[in-house]
Each structure stands twice: as structure tokens, then as C-alpha cells.
């Protein structure tokens, strides 16, 4: 079984990106991708990029490990692009195929939001790549904590988040474990799911499912045992503080803000 | 029907394919790219899982394998039936690589392989459809598979009328894994490998379980056993592989590879435990295996790092002893008295 690769898996890291409080790190994002969503043209998405990649710059990630964390989505910048080509006509036709046809500006939306996805799944990663889980979930639940008022249970959703992301690796690894062990039985799973592949999948999923309720007895007694009971009152090891980082951050996104608006309105 | 480890590396940074059998192998240096780190295993940035092991399992072998954790055992015994294959170097069965895909799944009835914890690989409505996977993947005819079904639960002593309809979820531990253990056998092996078999079990089912292997073993199939139990393994075997941080350490029969005590606790390991008392003996200055030794005590303090001639086991440390308290019941310098005290102190009935 091929490794799954997990999309913006952690790159531990102590550049000033990484060392942002979440809860600012979360929003920024957010803040970004609605930056990224005002360019409306090349020059716009230009700075937008050159924004992106500097701050893997400031993270010191490598952009070869940037665009690994994000291949698994790049069949979504291929649809896209696609169905650009063919369905957005208008201007100069160049290539004409039966009823398919490729105009310019079919190619020329095809590499916006081409282009315009990347950047928003790069900037997405970028999130993830530099937060360990258990900060972005700490974030979560401080962001959603106004709504508790209203019955919003934001611990727990933030717990089950954690919880769920903190087990996702240990899965993975499960899986390609009683993926071998059955292998070695003789199972076949590149059979069709119609001709007894079910319980190939069966013999997958089954053992997973068990682990899965048998991890989750194993973790709620141990968290029994630590006195955990998730009421209020709880305090934390590391309470997050907004800092001049956070102060700057808001700046520099202004800024880049202004600037495509800028482009968008003078190009 | 032998299998061939000849001068096998795997590393996780650059795992060969299988399509690329045919072509030449990917070079040493090409494949020390610094890159990804393996998930688990050796320290983080070493290159290879396993580097260059080389050595032949003969028909009728009962291999131990043993090694700290993270040496590369799991790495080591999955290249056996071809679930991982060789970065550089080859395995081979019977004469043929096993790189490739057609080959590795023709022999994976012949090789049976048995996963740590393999009652978590549990899966079907009840035990016989469980038993029955392996065999029904080999494409055989109902009534053959039922046979192999009905003697895989005989070889593991579970009644085939009670526990056929069983759900294997609701059985105990220990039944879970005879079940499972019968899943692998019912695809009738002839080389049987076993990852920390009785890891986890009370020591009445480990015993019977560790019974049940050797009965096999006697029954002529080939055994691999990795284990972290040194008795076990000088009980059980006839030759033992040491791994450190995937290179082989030492292979030879238990009495070879367990004369080293010293530098197997350097890595992380025992010897047996009879063994380590003959040991300590030893060093202390009591003539064990050698007799003539017994009459002058001076020459066994030319051998201070307390490696004894032969393997003991417990029986064999006990006769020894004894032979030597009838020998010289009056020697002061030996006082085995003393020795067998030792042998019990620490025991809350001593």
C-alpha cells in the first residue's frame, strides 16, 4: 500500500510563522484565502503569490515539501482547469475538435483559477504545516467559545477534532499493517467491489472498525484516570497570548490587501 | 524449498518497486538522498531498515530472530513471502526472485506469515469463514477448503463443531489468536513465520502456544520465530540471527550466538536465563563445565568475562551443579550451597 500522504502533515519549525498564536494563524488564514479570492486578475494573483511564497520563505519550508502537501488535491486544480477550457468561450477560437472547442479566453480563465486554486490550497497548507494539531484544536475551541452561550458545545467539538486528527497517523499505519497481513492470506484487493471484493474490503475495514472502538475504550479510561472531565474551570499548561507578532501579521495582510485591490482597480 | 536473503538492504527513503525488477537496481549512493524519514523503526535519519543481510533458511530450520526494538525484524520477515521488497540486493525462493509481483504471490500459500497480534486481523461474521479466508483466496474447491479449515482448528486444539458459528469477537484472547493462528495454517504452509507470537498471553497459553509451534516444527515445517524471549529462543531453535539497527550481528546456533553474553547486553539483550546464572557462576569462580577445572579454581579466573563452553539450560545447570556438590562436598572455595540460595532469592516464598 502506497503511503498515505496526509495533506499538510506538521513541519515542526521555529520560524516566526510557526510561533504565531493560533487563534491569529487560524483567521489570518482564513483572511488570506479571502485576499486570494479578491484578485481578479494576473497581476492581483502576482502579488498574491509573491505574498504565498514568502511566507514559506519566513517558515523555512521547502516548496518541494509545499506542493507534496498539496498533491493529493491537485486533481481538483485539473477539473477546474478543465472544465475551463472547454466551457468558458468567448474571443479568438484556436482549436476546434467536433463540438469541443478551445477559445482564449477559455484558456486564459483555465489558468486563473488554475492558478487562483493553487494559491488557496498552498496558503490552506500552510496552516496546518506550521500548527501542530493540538494548537489549531486549541484555537477552534477559543474561536467557537462566544457561541457556548448559545449551547454550542465547543469543547467537545474541538476534543473530537483533536482526538480525531491526533488518531489519524496511528490508523494509517493500521491499515497498511492488516492490509499486509490479509495480502499474506492471499487476499487480492484490485478486484472489482461486485466480485467478492466486498469482503476484501471487509477484511480491511472490520479490523479497522475493532481497533478503532478498542482505542477508544483504551483512551477514555485513560483519560478517566487523569480526573479529565471537560467541565469549565479547566485550565491549560500553555494559555494562548496575542503578541506583536500577531499585530504585525495584521499589517502586512493589510497591506497586501490594499495592494490587490490596488491591482485590481489601476490594471 | 530455501529462502535466499542475498545481500539485502531496504530503506524507506527509496523502496524498490516492483516494476523495476527487471532493470538494474538503483545504486547505493543514488539511494542515500537525504529525504523522508521513516515513520517508526531505527534512529530517524538512518538510511536503511535492514543493510546487507545475507544468509539461507534450509528446509527444516527453526530460525530465531531476535534484535532490540526497532532493529529491523519486521522489515527482515516481510521480505520473506515479497510483502516488501529488497532496495538493493535479492530474495529468493526456490531459485527465483521473488521481486516479482506474479512470483511473491504464487508462493504466499507456501510462506505463511503471522503479524504480531494477528487477533486484531480478525474480521468475518464467524470463526469457519475467518479460517477459511486464506485457503478460498487460493482458489481452492469447497470441499478442500473445508478440509484445510476443519484440520487448521485440529492443529490449534479448537473444537471445529462448537466454534464454527462462533462469532470470533466473542471468544477469549488467547482463542482469538488460535483462531487467527488457524487462519494461516489452513492455507497449509510449508514455512511458517512467526512475529512475537505469545506477546501478551498468560504463561499457561503461552506455553501451550510455544508447544503447539514446536509440534509443528516437528511435523517438518520451517520455522521463523521472532521473539524478545531468549529461553525461548535457545529452547526452541536450531539457529538464531541477531539483528542491530538492521545489520546482521551474529547468526550461528544458540550455543554460538549466546557464548557472546557481554556483547549481547551491549545491544540490548539477554541470554537465556539458566545461561546468565552459568554465567555469573562463573565469574564468581565456580568450576562450571570443566571438570578438571574443579580441582584447581585459579584457572577458571583466567576467564572473567564468564563465558561458559556450552549452552545450559535449566535441567543441564542443575545437573552440572549437582554433580559438582557430589564431587567436592567439602570444598570450601566452591560452597554451591550458597548458589542454589541465589538461584531462589528474590522469591517472596523463599
Redesign the interface.
Known amino acids: 500500500m502506497p503511503e498515505i500522504a496526509i495533506i499538510g502533515r506538521y513541519w515542526p519549525g521555529t520560524s516566526p510563522l510557526h510561533r504565531m498564536d493560533p487563534r491569529a494563524k487560524l483567521l489570518m488564514s482564513l483572511a488570506v484565502m479571502a485576499v486570494i479570492l479578491c484578485a481578479q486578475g494576473f497581476v492581483g494573483l502576482g502579488v498574491c503569490a509573491f505574498f504565498t511564497f514568502g511566507l514559506f520563505v519566513l517558515a523555512r519550508i521547502p516548496l518541494k515539501a509545499a506542493f507534496k502537501s498539496i498533491a493529493p488535491l491537485a486533481f481538483i486544480i485539473v477539473i477546474a482547469a478543465l472544465l475551463n477550457i472547454f466551457f468558458e468561450q468567448g474571443g479568438q477560437t484556436l482549436v476546434q475538435w467536433g463540438f469541443l472547442q478551445i477559445s482564449s479566453k477559455g484558456l486564459y480563465q483555465a489558468a486563473f483559477s488554475g492558478l487562483r486554486l493553487l494559491l488557496l490550497l498552498l496558503s490552506m497548507s500552510l496552516l496546518t504545516l506550521t500548527t501542530a494539531t493540538l494548537d489549531i484544536t486549541d484555537a477552534f475551541e477559543h474561536l467557537l467559545a462566544p457561541f457556548a452561550r448559545i449551547g454550542l458545545p465547543a469543547h467537545e467539538l474541538s476534543m473530537i477534532m483533536g482526538i480525531a486528527l491526533k488518531f489519524l497517523p496511528q490508523f494509517v499505519f493500521e491499515v497498511q499493517t492488516i492490509y499486509r497481513a490479509q495480502i499474506s492470506r492471499g487476499a487480492t484487493f484490485a478486484k472489482s467491489p461486485l466480485k467478492g471484493g466486498f469482503q476484501m474490503l471487509g477484511s480491511l475495514m472490520v479490523p479497522l472498525f475493532t481497533s478503532a472502538f478498542r482505542h477508544a475504550e483504551t483512551l477514555s479510561a485513560a483519560m478517566d484516570a487523569r480526573c479529565y472531565h471537560g467541565g469549565p474551570g479547566r485550565t491549560r499548561l500553555h494559555d494562548l497570548r496575542f503578541g506583536s507578532r500577531d499585530r504585525n501579521a495584521v499589517f502586512v495582510l493589510s497591506g497586501v490587501l490594499a495592494a490587490v485591490i490596488a491591482a485590481n482597480l489601476l490594471v | 524449498m530455501p529462502i535466499v536473503f542475498e545481500g539485502v538492504s531496504y530503506s524507506y527513503t527509496a523502496p524498490a518497486k516492483p516494476k523495476d525488477a527487471k532493470k538494474p537496481r538503483i545504486k547505493a549512493k543514488e539511494a542515500s538522498i537525504p529525504g523522508e524519514r521513516p515513520?517508526?523503526g531505527n534512529a530517524p535519519d538512518a538510511l536503511w531498515a535492514i543493510h546487507d543481510i545475507d544468509f539461507t533458511l534450509e528446509d527444516g530450520d527453526f530460525l530465531g530472530i531476535a534484535g532490540h526494538t526497532g532493529s529491523g525484524k519486521s522489515t527482515l520477515i516481510?521480505h520473506m513471502?515479497g510483502?516488501i521488497h529488497p532496495t538493493l540486493g535479492r530474495v529468493l525462493i526456490d531459485g527465483t526472485d521473488i521481486a516479482d509481483k506474479k512470483a511473491a504471490?504464487r508462493i504466499?500459500?507456501k510462506v505463511?506469515?503471522v503479524?504480531q497480534y494477528?487477533e486484531?486481523?480478525?474480521?468475518?461474521a464467524n470463526v469457519y469463514d475467518d479460517v477459511a479466508?486464506?485457503p478460498r483466496?487460493?482458489g481452492l474447491p469447497p470441499d478442500e477448503v473445508d478440509r484445510c479449515v476443519r484440520d487448521a482448528l485440529a492443529q490449534v486444539s479448537l473444537d471445529f463443531d462448537s466454534l464454527r458459528t462462533a462469532s470470533p469477537?466473542e471468544l477469549s484472547g488467547g482463542q482469538q489468536r488460535r483462531v487467527a493462528f488457524a487462519?494461516?495454517l489452513a492455507?497449509r504452509p510449508s514455512t511458517l513465520i512467526l512475529d512475537e507470537p505469545v506477546a501478551g498471553l498468560d504463561p499457561a497459553t503461552r506455553n501451550s502456544f510455544l508447544n503447539l509451534i514446536a509440534e509443528l516444527h516437528r511435523q517438518g515445517l520451517t520455522v521463523v520465530l521472532v521473539s524478545h524471549n531468549m529461553n525461548d529462543l535457545a529452547r526452541l531453535c536450531n539457529r538464531v540471527l541477531v539483528l542491530k539497527e538492521g545489520q546482521q550481528f551474529a547468526l550461528g546456533s544458540p550455543q554460538e550466538v549466546f557464548a557472546h553474553a557481554d556483547e549481547l547486553k551491549a545491544i540490548g539483550l539477554g541470554v537465556p536465563s539458566a545461561q546468565g546464572l552459568a554465567n555469573r557462576l562463573v565469574a564468581q569462580g565456580v568450576p562450571l563445565g570443566d571438570i578438571s577445572a574443579a580441582l584447581s579454581p585459579r584457572r577458571t579466573a583466567a576467564n572473567p568475562e564468564g563465558a561458559t563452553k556450552r549452552l545450559y539450560d535449566i535441567e543441564s545447570l542443575a545437573d552440572e551443579l549437582a554433580a559438582l556438590y557430589k564431587a567436592q562436598p567439602a570444598a570450601g572455595a566452591i560452597q554451591p550451597e550458597e548458589t542454589v540460595h541465589e538461584g531462589q532469592a528474590g522469591g517472596p516464598y523463599a
Open positions: 515513520a517508526w516481510q513471502n510483502l504471490s504466499r500459500g505463511g506469515l503479524f494477528p486484531h486481523q480478525l474480521f468475518a479466508f486464506g483466496n487460493l469477537f487462519g494461516v492455507m
